[in-house]
C-alpha cells in the first residue's frame, strides 16, 4: 500500500531525455519504500496538445496537467520533484505546432496577426504556453535555493576554471537614465479587498477596456509602470554608436521568456536600431512579408527565403553590410552567425551575463574569439548589480571557487508576485492617452495612471501580502539555520531593497512590520539597495563568508544563476527548495540554461552530457519531507559521494539500525549515453 505520493515532472530538452533513464530506477526504489510515483507531462508539446481537445482526434488528446499540478500546489498535500522547462518565445512555439502538425496533430497555425475573431481565440489559446507558464501555475510558495554542503565542499576541492579579470578590462554596463520602467513606476497598497479594471483613454477621450478585472487583496501590493519607446529607440542607437566608438562587442540582455510580453517588444527594437537602414529601405518588403521585429532577425530572415532570389540577396547583402557600419556584435553561434540579435529566447539576462562575468567580463566576437564588450540592460531596476559584480572584478580580479564564500538566496515569488511584464496586464499602448487602473465600483476611484505615447509598453503587477509575511520567516530560518561548510562565522541576510523604488519602498514597509514577528536576536540581518547589497555580498564571498541574498522574484532569478555559476560552475547543481503556503513542497532541479546545448551535442554524437545532480538533491529533500508528513517508517534515502562521482540509492528503515546499502547507479558528473 502507497504511503505517500511524488509527483515527478516531463518537461523539454536534455531533462526530458534524462527522464527516460533516470525516471524508471527512481520509480522501482520509490515502489520499494512504498512509495507512488506519477510522471506528469508539462513539455511545450504537451501543453500545445492540452489546449486543443476539440481539434485532435480522441486518442490523441492530452490531459491539462498543468493545471492538475497547479490545483495540487494548493491543496498542501504536493510533493513535486520539477524538471527544467522551456519558457517559449514565438520562434520556438512555432517550430513545435509545425513538429506537431508534422506528426498528425490537427493543431492550428500560430495567428501573429489575427484576422477575426477566431484566429482571435486561438492565439489566446496559444498565449498559455508562451513564456513564463509554468512557473506562476506550480510556484505557490517562495523560494530557497542553496549550493548542498556537499556539492559546495566538492567545489572547494575541485574547483572549476574562471576567466581572468583586468582592471582595464572596456567591459561595462549600460541602462537608460530616464523614460524606462523605474523612472515611472508607482506602486499602491491596498487598504480593502476590491476589484478594478485597466482602461484606456484616448487624448480624444474613448475609453478602452483592456482588462475587465483584475481582483485584489487586502493588504496587496498594486504597481504599475511604463517604458517610453521614443526613449528607448534613441538610447539603443546611442550605445549601439559608443560600442563601435571604445571598440567593443554590442550585446543585449533582456529576459524575453519571463517577461513574454514587455521584453519581447524592447528586443524588436533594438533590432530596428541595429538595423534601422535595412528597415527603412525595406519597410514596404517588410510590412507586405508580415516580418515581425520582436522575433528578432531570424524572423526577418525567414521571411525574406519567400522572394525571388534576386530580392533576397540583395536584402541579405544589406544586412551583412550593417555590420561594418554599426559594429561588432556579440555572437550566440559564431559558427553559424547567429547574433545576439536573432532570437529573443537566445540571449536571456539571468545566464548570458552571469557566463560571462564568469569568463573574465568576456563574450564571443564573429571569429570565435573573446572581447569586452558592452551589456546594454535598458532598465535601471535591476541592471545596476550586475554594474556593481563587474566593476568589483575590475578592481579585485575574478573570484576564487576554493575559497569563495556561499550566496544563497531566499526569493519572493509565491502566487505570481513580481511577475513583471508577462501575464495579461502588460500591453503595447494602443494609441496615446492614458493608461489607469480604476475600481469597479460606483466611485471609479483611479487606483494608478500613467499618461503615455501610442506604442509605449504598459505594465502592471500584484504582489500579495501573504507570500511577503512568509518570504520574511523563509529568510530568518535559512539564517537561523545557518547551513554552510566552513563556517566558522554566523552568516549574513541582506534584504535586497531599493528605497528609491516604489514597489520596494511598499515592500520595505512590511518587511519591517513582519519581522519582528520571528526571532531574530543574534541573527545579522540588513536591508541594502540592490547595488549596495551587491557590493557587500562580493566584498563577504572574496572573503570566504556566507550571505544570504533575500530578494524579489527578478533578483531571485538573476541571482541563482550569477552566484552558482560563480560559486560551481553551474546553476544546475543547485539545490531549490520551495514550501508552498498551503503545506507541502515543490522541488526544482536546477536551471536548464544549457539544455539546448546538450541536445545539440545528443543529435550530432548520439551522446548525452547531462548532470542529474540536481533530481537527486530535490529528491533527497521530497523523501525527508515525505517521511515527515505521512510517518512512514521506511523512506528511500539518497547519499552522494562527489569524489567518486556517484549517487548512492539505498531504503532506510527509521530505526537505530545502520542503512544498508542496496545500490549504486548514475554517475552524477559524468555521462548518460541512451
Known amino acids: 500500500m502507497a504511503q505517500g505520493k511524488i509527483t515527478y515532472t516531463y518537461t523539454d530538452e536534455a531533462p526530458m531525455l534524462a527522464t527516460h533513464a533516470l525516471y524508471p530506477i527512481i520509480k522501482a526504489f520509490c515502489s520499494q519504500a512504498g512509495v507512488e510515483m506519477e510522471l506528469k507531462d508539462i513539455s511545450v508539446a504537451g501543453r500545445v496538445l492540452a489546449l486543443f481537445p476539440d481539434m485532435l482526434k480522441e486518442d490523441q488528446r492530452a490531459g491539462d496537467f498543468l493545471a492538475e499540478l497547479g490545483r495540487l500546489a494548493q491543496s498542501g498535500q504536493a510533493n513535486i520533484i520539477k524538471l527544467p522547462n522551456v519558457s517559449a518565445s514565438v520562434p520556438q512555439l512555432k517550430e513545435c505546432i509545425a513538429e506537431l502538425q508534422g506528426q498528425g496533430f490537427a493543431i492550428p497555425n500560430y495567428p501573429e496577426d489575427p484576422k477575426d475573431d477566431a484566429e482571435k481565440e486561438i492565439k489566446a489559446r496559444y498565449a498559455k504556453v508562451l513564456g513564463s507558464a509554468v512557473n506562476p501555475v506550480l510556484r505557490e510558495g517562495n523560494s530557497d535555493r542553496r549550493a548542498a554542503v556537499p556539492v559546495k565542499e566538492y567545489a572547494f576541492k575541485y574547483p572549476h576554471s574562471m576567466g581572468a579579470w583586468s582592471k582595464d578590462s572596456k567591459t561595462h554596463v549600460v541602462s537608460m537614465s530616464d523614460g524606462d520602467f523605474y523612472a515611472h513606476e508607482k506602486s499602491v497598497n491596498i487598504p480593502e479587498a476590491c476589484e478594478a479594471r485597466i482602461e484606456m483613454v484616448s487624448e480624444s477621450g474613448e ?115 550593417t555590420y561594418a557600419k554599426q559594429g561588432k556584435m556579440a555572437m550566440v553561434d559564431s559558427h553559424r552567425g547567429i547574433t545576439n540579435l536573432h532570437v529573443p529566447s537566445d540571449i536571456i539576462i539571468d545566464n548570458s551575463m ?20 558592452k551589456a546594454c540592460i535598458p532598465d535601471r531596476s535591476y541592471a545596476g548589480a550586475f554594474a556593481e559584480c563587474i566593476d568589483f572584478c575590475k578592481t579585485n580580479g575574478a573570484f576564487d571557487p576554493r575559497t569563495m564564500g556561499a550566496c544563497p538566496n531566499v526569493g519572493l515569488m509565491a502566487q505570481k508576485a513580481e511577475e513583471y511584464g508577462s501575464h495579461p496586464t502588460t500591453f503595447e499602448a494602443p494609441c496615446s492617452g492614458t493608461i489607469q487602473i480604476v475600481l469597479n465600483d460606483s466611485s471609479n476611484k483611479v487606483l494608478l495612471g500613467h499618461r503615455l505615447q501610442k506604442g509605449d509598453i504598459w505594465r502592471s503587477c500584484q504582489t500579495k501580502d501573504a507570500p511577503i509575511k512568509d518570504w520574511v520567516k523563509l529568510a530568518v530560518r535559512r539564517c537561523q539555520a545557518n547551513d554552510f561548510p566552513r563556517n566558522e562565522k554566523p552568516c549574513k541576510a541582506i534584504f535586497w531593497l531599493d528605497p528609491a523604488r516604489a514597489h520596494d519602498s511598499q515592500i520595505m514597509e512590511k518587511v519591517h512590520k513582519y519581522l519582528p514577528e520571528v526571532r531574530t536576536e543574534g541573527l545579522d540581518i540588513e536591508i541594502m539597495s540592490p547595488q549596495q547589497a551587491m557590493r557587500v555580498t562580493c566584498e563577504r564571498a572574496k572573503q570566504g563568508l556566507n550571505t544570504i541574498t533575500v530578494t524579489g522574484n527578478v533578483l531571485r532569478d538573476y541571482l541563482t544563476d550569477l552566484f552558482p555559476i560563480l560559486e560551481l560552475g553551474t546553476s544546475a547543481k543547485m539545490l531549490s527548495v520551495v514550501p508552498m503556503l498551503a503545506g507541502g513542497g515543490m522541488y526544482e532541479t536546477g536551471a536548464g540554461g544549457s539544455a539546448p546545448k546538450h541536445v545539440q551535442q545528443f543529435t550530432k554524437e548520439n551522446h548525452l552530457r547531462w548532470d542529474s545532480l540536481g533530481e537527486y538533491l530535490a529528491l533527497t529533500c521530497s523523501m525527508e519531507d515525505l517521511a515527515k508528513e505521512t510517518g512512514n517508517r521506511q523512506r528511500l534515502c539518497l547519499d552522494w559521494d562527489l569524489e567518486a562521482r556517484h549517487i548512492l540509492v539505498y531504503i532506510q528503515t527509521l530505526t537505530p539500525l545502520p542503512p544498508p546499502r542496496i545500490h549504486a547507479f548514475a554517475s552524477a558528473g559524468a555521462d548518460l549515453r541512451l
Open 207 to 321: 475609453v478602452t477596456v483592456l482588462k475587465e478585472k483584475i481582483s485584489l487583496q487586502k493588504g496587496e501590493i498594486l504597481d504599475a509602470s511604463f517604458m517610453n519607446c521614443t526613449m528607448l529607440r534613441e538610447f539603443f542607437e546611442r550605445e549601439i554608436a559608443d560600442a563601435r566608438e571604445k571598440d567593443v562587442l554590442f550585446s543585449l540582455h533582456l529576459k524575453a521568456t519571463m517577461m513574454k510580453i514587455s521584453d519581447p517588444i524592447m528586443f524588436g527594437h533594438c533590432v530596428k536600431a541595429y538595423f534601422k537602414d535595412v528597415f527603412s529601405k525595406y519597410a514596404q518588403t517588410f510590412e507586405k512579408l508580415g516580418v515581425n521585429v520582436n522575433n528578432g532577425l531570424g524572423d526577418v530572415y525567414k521571411k525574406i527565403s519567400a522572394l525571388p532570389e534576386a530580392e533576397k540577396a540583395a536584402i541579405e547583402a544589406d544586412l551583412t553590410a
Open 354 to 373: 552571469p557566463t560571462a562575468i564568469r569568463a573574465g567580463g568576456k563574450m564571443w566576437n564573429k571569429d570565435d574569439k573573446e572581447e569586452d564588450f
